[in-house]
């Protein structure tokens, strides 16, 4: 299994035959060779609770079932899958380096070292990806992931259980990104939900520029949270934009919000004076349980 050793290669070819997304209450199925067979399927109730520290899988046969009923093993070799986690299970961050050393291993330390006090687990326990977004004089810039090893764990049983070899797995915004692409210059901010979950996101030119995930009911059994929440995490991202990366925020797209979407993003252009957008996928609507899944569509089906 890989959690993608680099970001920028999501999946080599060819890619894994069955993409899976797993969700609270939900998998999302799909296949790149026919996109139009792809399938939500619901569980009668929540059986995950994201987390990078803690377990997250509560209920793993009520996810097995359904996956072995939904989607069957064709023949008798074990068929390839992608694994698309919720964002909150990992922890994905932008680490600036002076220097950054040529050899897997040496890179693979100092990542963990820079990483060693930001992340609520054992890092050296962790399982890591990164990518090098920026290579200049004195200057590299790394997007970097880490997934608690006991938690990769889990979500990977769900399906090896079912009998299926996992080839990649990433958080959902990461398989997402091919759905957040713009052509438009300048800085898009994404404000995606799933729960009471929200990952925002500064993308530029194909570029991380910041990459954030918080639980906005953390500590509560609240299942929602206020638009305010939304509101004040985008305001603090339109503010970092232009305080450190020096450029307005041109666009937001909002994804997972649902019926909220245009409340939301009407309050967001009223008040910051930015466009916004629902993410979209020409093989569905893009809600919560699967816009990781329909970004691998949008990347690799034809």
Known sequence: MSLFTKLGRLISEPPPERFFELSETAVAIASWQDPAERKLERLDEKSLNPSPSAPNVLRPQSYRDLVSRSAPLAGTRRNTAALVIPDYAARMTILDFQEFPAGEEERTALLRFR??????????????????????????????????????????????????????????????????????????????????????????????????????????????????????????????????????????????????????????????DIPYEKVRSKFGDAVQENAGVLGLLEQYAA
């Open 115 to 272: 990483l060693r006090k930001s992340v609520p687990f054992h890092v050296e326990e962790a399982k890591l990806a990164y990518s090098i977004q920026v290579q200049e004089a004195k200057r590299v810039e790394v997007l970097a992931v880490a997934i608690a090893l006991p938690i990769l764990t889990e979500y990977e049983s769900v399906l090896t259980d079912a009998g299926y070899r996992v080839g990649l797995v990433m958080p959902s915004s990461v398989a997402a990104l091919p759905l957040f692409a713009s052509a438009e210059p300048g800085l898009t901010l994404v404000a995606k939900t799933a729960g009471t979950t929200l990952s925002v996101l500064l993308l530029q030119a194909g570029r991380v520029r910041l990459a954030r995930c918080l639980d906005l009911a953390a500590g509560e059994e609240s299942t929602d949270y206020p638009d305010d929440s939304v509101l004040g995490l985008i305001q603090q991202t339109v503010a970092f934009a232009e305080d450190q990366i020096g450029s307005k925020v041109a666009r937001l797209l909002l994804c997972g919000f649902g019926a909220r979407t245009e409340r939301i993003g009407a309050l967001a252009t009223a008040e910051f």
